[in-house]
T-cell receptor, first 109, second 113 residues
Framework: GQNIDQPTEMTATEGAIVQINCTYQTSGFNGLFWYQQHAGEAPTFLSYNVLDGLEEKGRFSSFLSRSKGYSYLLLKELQMKDSASYLCAVRDSNYQLIWGAGTKLIIKP | IAGITQAPTSQILAAGRRMTLRCTQDMRHNAMYWYRQDLGLGLRLIHYSNTAGTTGKGEVPDGYSVSRANTDDFPLTLASAVPSQTSVYFC????????????FGPGTRLTVL
């Protein structure tokens, strides 16, 4: 079967750095997405990785290792508004997105 | 309209009733999707449409139907609602199927009693 694993919840301090991990086992791989979802709102796109390595976009970076079936989202200089759920999704061989359950990130002052 | 809109925002429905959730996008995207989101689970694909006039089944299609008469609209119908269909429903669209980011509507919170 297909599976995306993420930690259920993480806590970090304002101004710090946090790394959210995602491991996957899917039938085929055609890219990995990270989305942010604030409570009661729609998911919004953060990043996309299809090749191994690090993609940096401002305070957010995303890393992919296809051989290990592993990705992480790195958030720097945390702000209170970063409190949200972070969703990892993999596009499989049928070009459908398989979603993890999400990681709820709590930022404390 | 800018982006994707969904209606209604929320709905309480008696079991056995028929319900249509509406989704409209103004971005001229070819592909559209319906997901449900339940606590502790990832988003699950119900149905999708790669282009107007075509539809396909996702991971959890039973009890749901869709149509895609034109590019902009992708309604989701529950023919006879059951309590297990209580969920938050998100409509999404993407320019195409391959390597394209999906953009989400604001969601519909549906409660079936």
């Amino acid at each position: 079967g297909q599976n995306i694993d993420q930690p259920t919840e993480m806590t970090a301090t304002e101004g710090a750095i946090v790394q959210i991990n995602c491991t996957y086992q899917t039938s085929g791989f055609n890219g990995l997405f990270w989305y942010q979802q604030h409570a009661g709102e729609a998911p919004t796109f953060l990043s996309y990785n299809v090749l191994d390595g690090l993609e940096e976009k401002g305070r957010f970076s995303s890393f992919l290792s296809r051989s290990k079936g592993y990705s992480y989202l790195l958030l720097k200089e945390l702000q209170m508004k970063d409190s949200a759920s972070y969703l990892c999704a993999v596009r499989d061989s049928n070009y459908q997105l398989i979603w993890g359950a999400g990681t709820k990130l709590i930022i404390k002052p | 309209i800018a982006g994707i809109t969904q209606a209604p925002t929320s709905q309480i429905l008696a079991a056995g009733r028929r319900m249509t959730l509406r989704c409209t996008q103004d971005m001229r995207h070819n592909a559209m999707y319906w997901y449900r989101q339940d606590l502790g689970l990832g988003l699950r694909l119900i149905h999708y449409s790669n282009t107007a006039g075509t539809t396909g089944k996702g991971e959890v299609p039973d009890g749901y139907s869709v149509s895609r008469a034109n590019t902009d609209d992708f309604p989701l119908t529950l023919a006879s609602a059951v309590p297990s269909q209580t969920s938050v429903y998100f409509c999404a669209s993407s320019p195409g199927l391959v390597s394209d980011t999906q953009y989400f509507g604001p969601g519909t919170r549906l409660t079936v009693l």
